[in-house]
């Protein structure tokens, strides 16, 4: 059997920004910023603080800032290092995250030159730990319902910031428990008695005794689920005042006497442009999440492909787990699912620097970035818990100790599916996206082109109602399952079957909300009936998504092992999808039941292909010991079944082993 290049294959995996992340992993695999598992929640914090500071102290946290303060004005290799200090702890990951990609992010996108040279050095050198005061206990993900005020006094030329009830508070927040000791608030901006919604503020939260500014008040959150290293907390405001000029004014501006001026007219869009611009939380959860994952499976194959239980071959020789089919299902499918999610980060962290860097910075670009930001992001957060947890399983009792780190990790990861956007919320924008761009379809066709178009659909719906599509393929299929293999291994068919998923499912929801009319009672119930199915559309999107980069991918691949090993392992991603929405694809007529038999075969048989080269597989993500840190996946659980074989080895070998009862009765017999 010929190997895969894994030095190769690692390299492409380390994406467009290699050498950045080489580096970053360097940095969270020294031990001064890694966790101690015996620290209290209270060092923990302290510990996280003193990291950040280890962080500026090896300038690296300065690449996304501008050079004129010491930056290199390079986003996209910011976040590609960011990412990789989830190896080190997840708690220092969000903490930079909130120091320098919010907080600071928010003076940086947000305000002008002047509030740079202001703010930008204490927040980067962490003179001034931040917090990022956007969500509230009242609306979580909904942003514009903000309850928050800033409201502007012409008389003493100041906003006056204030929480008019509790649910009001800002809540989550990290760095406003304890540390931050400025906060950048979103609130309502009010002048001359108009609302033009919500804005960014910079306010002072705390005096330089660690003691709240007057009007400023808050609570910890204390203990959490995980990332207990990050001091979470409420803030809440009393007629707290701030100058004017601590409007972050790049989209909006007040002059003295009131009157509000924004460079974007409409109020929705200059909204949907401020938040976009923060944009980079979404894109490195991605990226955190699923260098979670490929941790997760490092460790779980790696003591998968050691781990010998149960005699099922041989009478002298235990089976190594990874050789049973269902730990082959358990870990390879999954593995399958990591690859694409790898390989579709880095086109999002192409697409999001080509946006922050200006060379592709329209409103288009930026929507574009916002929509697969919000496809990807969910996908990628739920998987990194789904597989932490099923390599947790997949390593028994082992995996459920805290030094094999999936216990910790999990807690760490949980709350990356709810925060930076609910995954459910994201998911709804990116379906919102879909109906929008099917409905520009639409009007771009002309009246003989509509009518050809609503022909086809009805000639193409009414052959799969009636079963003729799935007939004619168990007539090309019967008695003869390589041409139903043939048809899986098919790229084109393989993405076909995924986009008329999107489409279909697109289709029926505008269909729903068509019918409805410009009754707005009408139209808020057909939106509400098929929500679920528009978050079904852009969760497949986003699948979808992922298959097309990791065949873009395969394109980049030159060893023809390594080629062919990422195509079976693609397959392996794309069955996988079909095979868990099976019910679908049957029901709609897009298989026939003679394939969908035949697809769960083909997939084993895949996974079995692929079995002799997932250490190979696993081992390409390029995390060492003093990254992974779990006790499992340093070979000690070879050296134990290589000692236990070696000894009865010796057992049998000598005059001393015990006759087994069971050879007793064959002979007697």
């Not at 996304?64 to 190896?87: C, M, Q, R, T």
């Not at 997949?394 to 995954?423: M, P």
Request: overall charge negative; glycine content about 8%; proline content about 3%.
């Amino acid at each position: 059997m010929n190997s895969i290049n894994v030095k190769a294959l690692a390299e492409q995996l380390l994406g467009p920004y290699a050498e950045i992340r080489k580096a970053s992993r360097a940095r969270a695999a020294d031990p001064q910023l890694q966790r101690d598992p015996a620290w209290s929640m209270d060092e923990h914090r302290e510990q996280v603080l003193r990291q950040l500071k280890v962080l500026v102290d090896q300038k690296a946290v300065q690449r996304a800032f501008p050079k004129k303060f010491g930056g290199l004005d390079d986003h996209g290799s910011s976040i590609a290092a960011f990412v990789e200090l989830v190896a080190a702890d997840p708690s220092l990951q969000i903490k930079a995250g909130v120091q320098w990609g919010l907080f600071a992010g928010a003076i940086m996108h947000l305000g002008t030159e002047e509030h740079h040279a202001k703010w930008l050095p204490g927040a980067m050198n962490l003179d001034v730990p931040g917090a990022f005061a956007m969500t509230e206990i009242g609306h979580g993900s909904d942003v514009a319902a903000v309850a928050t005020t800033a409201t502007y006094d012409p008389e003493t030329e100041e906003f006056v910031i204030h929480t008019p009830f509790a649910a009001a508070w800002k809540e989550f927040l990290g760095n406003a428990a304890l540390h931050g000791t400025a906060a950048t608030v979103f609130a309502q901006l009010i002048t001359n008695g108009v609302n033009h919604g919500v804005h960014c503020f910079y306010v002072p939260i705390r005096n330089e005794d660690g003691s709240f500014v007057e009007g400023v008040g808050g609570e910890d959150d204390g203990l959490k689920g995980g990332l207990n290293g990050i001091d979470n907390g409420r803030l809440h405001f009393t007629n707290v005042r701030i100058p004017r000029t601590n409007l972050l004014n790049r989209y909006g501006d007040v002059a003295a006497d009131g009157s509000y001026s924004s460079p974007i007219s409409s109020p929705g869009r200059r909204f949907f442009t401020m938040l976009g611009t923060l944009v980079q939380g979404r894109v490195s959860l991605d990226g955190a999440a699923t260098g979670a994952s490929k941790m997760a499976l490092q460790i779980a194959v790696t003591y998968g492909n050691q781990r010998r239980q149960f005699n099922s071959v041989s009478d002298t020789e235990e089976t190594t787990i990874l050789d049973y089919q269902r730990h082959q299902r358990r870990l390879i499918t999954r593995m399958a699912r990591t690859y694409a999610a790898s390989f579709a980060h880095d086109e999002l962290l192409s697409k999001f620097d080509a946006v922050f860097s200006g060379r592709e910075d329209t409103d288009e670009d930026r929507q574009d970035l916002e929509t697969l930001a919000a496809a990807l992001k969910p996908l990628s957060t739920w998987d990194a818990l789904d597989t932490i947890q099923e390599s947790r399983e997949a390593c028994g009792g082992s995996g459920y100790i805290a030094k094999n780190r999936f216990t910790q990790l999990y807690q760490d990861l949980d709350v990356y599916v709810t925060f930076e956007g609910d995954n459910n919320v994201l998911l709804q924008l990116v379906g919102k996206r879909l109906l929008t761009d099917y409905a520009a379809e639409f009007r771009k066709l002309d009246t003989g082109a509509m009518a050809r178009y609503v022909a086809k659909q009805v000639g193409t719906t009414a052959l799969y109602r009636s079963g003729l599509r799935s007939v004619g393929q168990a007539f090309v299929d019967v008695s003869d399952e390589r041409k139903s293999a043939n048809f899986f291994k098919d790229p084109a068919n393989q993405r076909e079957l995924l986009t008329d998923r999107v489409n279909a499912k697109v289709a029926e929801v505008a269909n729903a909300l068509r019918a409805a009319g410009k009754d707005k009672v009408k139209g808020a119930k057909a939106f509400n009936e098929n929500q679920d199915l528009l978050i079904s559309a852009a969760r497949d999107h986003g699948q979808l998504l992922r298959w097309e980069a990791f065949t873009a991918a395969l394109t980049k691949v030159e060893d023809p092992t390594t080629a062919e090993v990422l195509t079976w392992l693609r397959d392996v991603f794309a069955l996988s999808l079909i095979e868990d929405d099976l019910g679908w694809f049957l029901a709609h007529g897009r298989l026939s039941m003679q394939r969908a038999r035949t697809l769960p075969g083909y997939l084993n048989r895949l996974l079995d292909r692929l079995r002799p080269h997932a250490q190979d597989l696993v081992d390409a993500f390029g995390y060492t010991q003093e990254h992974l840190r779990a006790e499992i996946s340093t070979g000690i659980e070879a050296t134990r079944q290589d000692e236990a074989m070696e000894y009865f080895r010796k057992l049998r070998a000598s005059d001393n082993a015990p006759v087994s009862e069971k050879s007793l009765k064959k002979s007697k017999a």
